[in-house]
């Protein structure tokens, strides 16, 4: 029987790599997958909240956040194609048209 | 197993809304080119059709699909201000989208997406619906953003919004699942200060929920410090969906939080209280002092809305303060209530007046050149008498001017935050909108004062759907500025139910 306490930790320790993967990564197919790491601590979370409780109401909230990054997945990557094809940018930093 | 009926009535208008885009995309295919005007009358009429059911489950006051939706008079008014942003937002569209070729069937189907979404963020009444609602508005916001494919600063406005806005998302989630941790449920009525849980019992764990889900929200009425998004997606996205991205998702983010601050965190009042006072002055002091340095107008108002979020965020402080006032009980909901309805009021009025600015930067811009920067505005009363003068009704009241709606709405934060005593937020706020009367009214002296450089295009005020938006915009910026008692009411009326 694995304790929620480490489930949670796993949860938070992913989180902070995506989030970090996310601030410090500049290709942006990285990023991407940063924030998919994030949305999978999120699930994880819920998950094991959901076992504790031994309510489905977790476990129905992540199915939805999966449903949501699938869809956001597909945004962003026909985004990042619609980028490449103007910019031929794949990195964040080469995507500086506009600046204060 | 039962399966709870489900009640379809407390959800028409955003059947109807979500219907009438994929309408609009299935018609789009069939229809001729020449004929795609015809388009825009079909989203039209859905969306007064939706503003009829709205009306019409105005008076109802309880919970729909097992207590996912809110079905109250709160959640009407903002669907009110949904639609009628859309509707505008329809009006403005069919010249820019004309000059720079962008098909119109699949753009109207993302506005009319992006409004159920707003719709459902309204009468959410549960994290789930919250985030789904969110995520619906937010992906359509996306696409719109990079709607000029061929256009740099289009993709790169969109790529940059996605990135951001799918961050604080996740942030945002984050939030919820610990929320979830702590209560066993998504319900927004389940949250308490003695955590179900055995993992989360610490009282600094209580404040994680609460602090994520703020970063998350911040983000979305594009609060100093989480605003980075804002100049760059408002510059480079399509001016009409700038102007509706300017006031819907602000507008939706604001729902929410009233929503989840009052009710759902009622117990961590001190805690939230803290963190909007301090994003509120940062955000008056950052958005107007950085718009007064901007020559571009779409950047300009981006900075303004920037600080109009700041303005907002005063009634929400003041309305948090009132709650923890001591001696009274009725005396301090009176205060809340009227701090609420104070921030309503401010959205209403910053609908029509963003709104229609933005329509008049449409109304200038031509194929070759979007003519957005400052010294395009110089010599405007003498070539367009008309646009001139509504420009700066229309800048008066951003600014707080009497007699205009943005003053009504101004007049009552302010009174909310001295009323409950946050001087200092009044103070920055007072001191702020004169440095922002300083950006507005310089265009108003390039209108009148400036002769243009260069060469001067004819042109006059043509008649046209842009042209009516500005017109129906400022006519409800100065008649709700003169006469501002109806939607006072209304939004009292409905706050008070929500509160109660």
């Known amino acids: 029987m694995i304790d929620p306490v480490h489930s949670i930790a796993l949860g938070a320790a992913m989180f902070c790599i995506g989030m970090l993967g996310f601030l410090i990564r500049r290709n942006l197919i990285v990023i991407f997958m940063s924030i998919e790491l994030m949305l999978n601590a999120v699930n994880l979370n819920l998950v094991s909240f959901a076992h504790q409780f031994q309510s489905p109401h977790g476990q129905v909230f992540a199915l939805f956040v999966i449903t949501v990054a699938a869809a956001e997945a597909a945004t962003g990557l026909a985004i990042l194609i619609a980028l490449y094809r103007v910019s031929r940018a794949v990195n964040a930093d080469e995507a500086s048209a506009m600046k204060w | 197993m039962q399966i709870p009926p489900i009640d379809f009535t407390a959800v028409y208008p955003e059947v109807i809304v979500a219907l009438v885009g994929l309408l609009v995309l299935a018609v789009d295919i069939f229809i001729k080119p ?59 569209s069919p010249r820019y989208l004309s000059l720079n070729n962008i098909s119109v069937g699949e753009y109207l189907e993302l506005v009319l997406f992006c409004t159920v979404g707003m719709m459902v963020m309204a009468s959410a009444n549960d ?133 989840v ?45 920037i600080a109009h979020a700041g303005y907002l965020l005063i009634g929400i402080v003041s309305a948090g303060t009132a709650t923890e006032m001591t001696g009274g009980k009725a005396m301090s909901a009176t205060f809340a209530s009227e701090s609420m309805m104070s ?113 001067v295009l004819a042109e006059g005020d043509a008649i046209s759907s842009t042209m009516y938006a500005i017109v129906v915009t400022t006519m409800f910026t100065l008649l709700f500025g003169v006469a501002p008692g109806f939607i006072i009411d209304m939004a009292r009326y409905t706050i008070e139910r929500m509160l109660a």
């Open chain 2, 127 to 259: 994290l789930v619906t919250i985030y789904i609602g969110l995520e619906l508005m937010a992906i359509s916001i996306y696409l719109m953003a990079g709607f000029q494919r061929d256009n740099p600063r289009s993709c790169e406005a969109s790529m940059k919004y996605f990135l951001l806005g799918s961050f604080a998302s996740a942030l945002l989630l984050y939030g919820m699942s610990f929320f979830y941790g702590i209560t066993g449920t998504t319900s927004l009525q389940g949250f308490t200060l003695s955590p179900n849980s055995n993992i989360i019992d610490s009282e600094v764990m209580t404040r994680l929920p609460l602090v994520l889900m703020t970063v998350g929200f911040a983000f979305k009425i594009a609060a100093v410090p989480f605003h980075m998004w804002t100049p760059d997606v408002y510059e480079g996205a399509p001016t009409p969906l700038t102007a509706f991205m300017s006031v819907g998702p602000k507008v939706a983010a604001f729902a929410v939080i009233m929503r």
């Open chain 2, 34 to 92: 020449q004929r795609k005007t015809s388009l825009s009358a079909i989203a039209l009429v859905g969306l007064v059709l939706a503003f009829l059911t709205t009306m019409l489950i105005w008076d109802r006051n309880e919970t729909a699909f097992s207590g996912m939706v809110a079905v109250d008079s709160y959640a009407q008014f903002f669907k009110l201000i949904f639609i009628f942003s859309a509707a505008l937002t329809v009006l403005i």
């Open chain 2, 343 to 455: 921030v309503m009021v401010y959205l209403f009025a910053y609908m029509f007046m963003n709104l229609g600015t933005f329509a008049v930067v449409i109304s200038l811009g031509r194929a070759d050149n979007p003519r957005d920067s400052l010294a395009d505005y110089a010599g405007l009363a003498k070539r367009r008498p008309l646009t001139a003068l509504l420009m700066t009704i229309l800048l008066l009241s951003l600014m707080g001017f009497p007699g205009t709606f943005g003053f009504i709405g101004k007049f009552y934060i302010f009174k909310a935050a001295i009323v409950t005593g946050n001087l200092t937020l009044a103070v920055v706020g007072v001191l702020m909108s004169v440095v922002a009367a300083f950006y507005y009214v310089r265009v108003v002296l390039y209108m009148y004062m400036r002769e243009p450089e260069g060469e």
């Open chain 2, 261 to 305: 601050y009052m009710k759902t965190f009622g117990a961590l009042v001190p805690d939230w209280v803290q963190m909007f006072t301090l994003l509120s002055i940062l955000t008056m002091i950052y958005g107007n002092v950085v718009a007064v340095a901007q020559k571009s107008m779409k950047r300009m108002l981006a900075y303004s809305s």
